[in-house]
């Protein structure tokens, strides 16, 4: 091969995982050659396009085959020393909770609740202290597939402050376990006395009196140290950002690629330092 194809067929064989998860951009720049090197390299190994050389270690990198992997690696934990018989204690709790919340997530209530999301003009986003990370995540993702899709509170406010100018057209999703926040029952009772559709993912289905959402999903929380368990919870959210990047369609799959474009041209992403090219002897 020319000494441009030896560096980057050297560059997949020591970095699979990347090749699978970076853009052609990203890996023409780490390996130091132009896209259109790759490219050949796709074509001179028999494939139609970059992304058919790429696929093969992306499909190795997801975990398709662990419902027949078994749970040989949970016994070997729950037989082996204290430390690693509470880890084994850990992870089947962690199961456990996601089982149950995506169990409890029937098809009619997401149907409703991506539909909500997607008709809305404004779909606003709220949660308070740790879930606050859960609802940053989905607003800042879910973006991509529905751009009307906001985080609130803004500014370090009150969620109720970002609804003023809400109407029937907007929709409001929260994201709260017990202890419950008082601003966010405010501010689910403020939506729905404006009218717009309200999204609870919650450990009960009864937050508060007056608070009467339109799609609930119940979550498991349990745990076994003294603070909540978020892994229902983002399991259920991830479920609702697949269906909303569903629903957008090519739209949603162009906005991602012209975002992932703008990251790398305004270099916002961090490059280690480019391998020596292979040179030909």
Known sequence: MPSALQAAAKYIIDHPGDFGLNPIRTSAEKIGVSSNVLVRLAQRMGFDSFDSLRSPFRDALVTDRESVLGQDWL?????????????????????????????????????????????????????????????YYFSYTGRMAHPGIQLIPRHIGSATDDLLDADQRDCLLVITVHPYSADTIQSMRFAKQKGLRLILISDSDVIAPGVEPDVAFAISTRTLHSFSCFTGAMAVLECLLGHLFDAGGDTARQRIDAYQKAREDTGAYWQPSKPPRLRRK
């Open 75 to 135: 016994t070997t934990l729950q037989s082996e020393d204290t430390f690693s018989n509470m880890q084994a204690k850990l992870a089947q709790n962690e199961q456990n909770v996601v089982a149950r919340s995506l169990r409890l997530m029937k098809p009619d209530k997401v149907r409703n609740a991506v539909a909500y999301m997607t008709e809305s003009r404004r779909c606003f986003v709220t949660a308070t202290r740790a879930s606050y990370a859960l609802a």
